[in-house]
């Protein structure tokens, strides 16, 4: 006897308000015990095929649904969304924006105590989800201090300790570190266990490998072909950045420490570690939009003013805000530089979005935006990359290495903090591994990919990290 069916899609499509053609069809069955792992291409409509699976289309959604979605048997469009929230959790791609409890244990509590279950058996299931996820360090935490590794981490449980029949997840690997990105689809293979439906849209699959059986749906879409970048009219002074024993303490605990760099324009450094390494804090040392104890020094050739970074968000939206793309990169600029404006937009693939709001842009357009809008502030001599590739498919992940490559040789420093290894060895001159907030190595990609010591000190398991350090190596001659 089969396994009974969770969802089926038959024809369903989207139109969002404004757009020419709505996004589909799709024709989509699980059944429970199922895991399945959907990809595609950039813009083939796998957000949206995942809004439609979890019944926030048509809900939470303006626009017209064509065909149907059936959620045990009963159509979305038919059933209110707080019955459909019982039978399905959804893991958004920005999971920021679904954490509403004060306390990572609050956060956990709030899905179960909707549940009517008894107190004995929501403390179960908190201490279950608290290990399962490795949070139990994080209880008392507020979730908003939380990497953004992290907080994925915790939409995972909260939703996991509901135990819904069916869970979609929308990139749920994208801010995660290799250890903990086999560790979650291990805990998604265990619901599937149980009898649940779970719906995987993820670029990052290696994660998956070896896991058995799970579905593989590969959604048709054209991807772009790789053209000549362009070379914009830009370029940087020579210059030079120094990091002395710097130290970050948030809440009274300390994030980095005896941090010490030496940085220099034209070159491509990327910053990697495990969830919680202090990533992102060193971007936002190096920006200036962090306090922090030791000295940052800087020296600009031929200038006496000190040499700034700017700063790109891992999370986009927080730096968007005006109603099109050519506003959001022209805000505050006291004169426009209309030669290196067409530069920029071509450079970052935005020619053809100038009058689009950026809000409706895919993760990896929002991404090249917030790079465009650092590009036209005036006297930055570089630019902080939080999670470049988030979101990104290969061919995303492509261009934006040949985009600071290009940065570089005009000039810039790109400092990138990632955790896509193989990405970062591929098309990075350097490599800074930090591990509890201090470095653990530094070096060339092809030196430090060949020590698995060194990955393993940091919690790192670097799939392929080898293979890329090569072609980097090979490129690099």
């Known amino acids: 006897m089969s396994a009974r069916e969770l969802l089926h ?10 757009s020419g053609s709505p996004v589909g069809p799709f024709d989509f ?9 959907v990809s595609g291409p950039s813009g083939c409509g796998k957000s949206t095929l995942a809004r ?3 019944g926030v289309i048509p809900h939470l959604y303006r626009g017209r649904l064509h065909g149907r979605v059936l959620i045990g048997g009963r159509p979305s469009a038919d059933a209110p969304l707080w019955q459909i929230a019982e039978r399905v959790g959804l893991v958004s791609q920005n999971p920021a924006a679904q954490l509403l409890g004060s306390t990572v244990r609050d956060e956990i509590l709030f899905g179960l105590e909707n549940l009517g279950l008894s107190p004995a058996a929501i403390e179960a299931r908190i201490g279950a989800a608290l290990d399962d996820f490795a949070l139990r360090d994080f209880a008392t935490r507020d979730p908003r201090t939380l990497s953004g590794g992290e907080q994925q981490r915790l939409v995972l449980a909260a939703i996991a300790a509901r135990r819904p029949d069916v869970v979609v997840l929308d990139e749920p690997l994208s801010m995660l570190d290799s250890t903990a990105s086999r560790r979650v689809a291990t805990q998604l293979d265990s619901l599937r266990r149980t009898g649940a439906a779970v719906v995987v849209f993820e670029h990052r699959q290696s994660a998956f490998a070896g896991l058995d059986p799970v579905v593989h749906h590969a959604l048709p879409g054209l991807a772009p072909l790789d053209e000549p970048i362009p070379a914009p009219e830009m370029h940087v002074p020579a210059f030079r950045l120094v990091v002395e024993d710097a130290g970050v303490a948030l809440g009274g605990l300390p994030v980095l420490r005896g941090i010490n760099l030496a940085l220099a324009g034209g070159q491509v450094l990327a910053v990697v570690g495990a969830n919680g390494a202090g990533k992102t804090t060193l971007l936002r040392t190096l920006a200036g939009l962090q306090s922090h104890s030791g000295r940052i020094t800087g020296f600009i050739s031929g200038a006496s003013t000190p040499p700034r970074l700017g700063l790109c968000f891992q ?11 050519r506003a959001e990169i022209l805000f505050g600029a006291a ?7 067409d530069g920029v937009v071509r450079l970052l693939g935005l020619a053809g979005y100038q009058d689009a709001p950026p809000l409706l842009l895919s993760e990896g357009e929002k991404k090249r935006l917030g790079l465009a809008i650092m590009l036209l502030r005036p006297g930055l001599c570089g630019v902080c990359l939080d999670e470049p590739t988030l979101g990104q498919d290969a061919h995303g992940r492509r261009l934006l290495g040949r985009i600071v490559r290009q940065l570089a040789a005009a000039g810039y420093l790109c400092v990138a903090a990632t955790h896509d290894l193989e990405w970062a060895m591929e098309w990075t001159d350097r490599v800074v591994v930090l591990a509890d907030g201090h470095v653990a190595a530094s070096g060339p990609p092809v030196t430090l990919a060949a020590d698995p010591e060194l990955w393993s000190r940091a919690g790192l398991v670097p ?13 690099s001659r």
């Open 9 to 18: 899609a038959e024809a369903a499509a989207f139109q969002y308000p404004g």
């Open 29 to 37: 069955t699980a059944r429970g015990g199922e895991l399945h792992l």
């Open 52 to 54: 439609l699976l979890a």
């Open 315 to 325: 999370n986009p939206d927080c730096q968007l805000f005006n109603a099109s793309v």
């Open 335 to 341: 004169a426009t530089d209309a030669a290196r404006y």
């Open 463 to 475: 799939p392929d990290a080898v293979e890329g350090a090569c072609r980097a190596d090979r490129r």
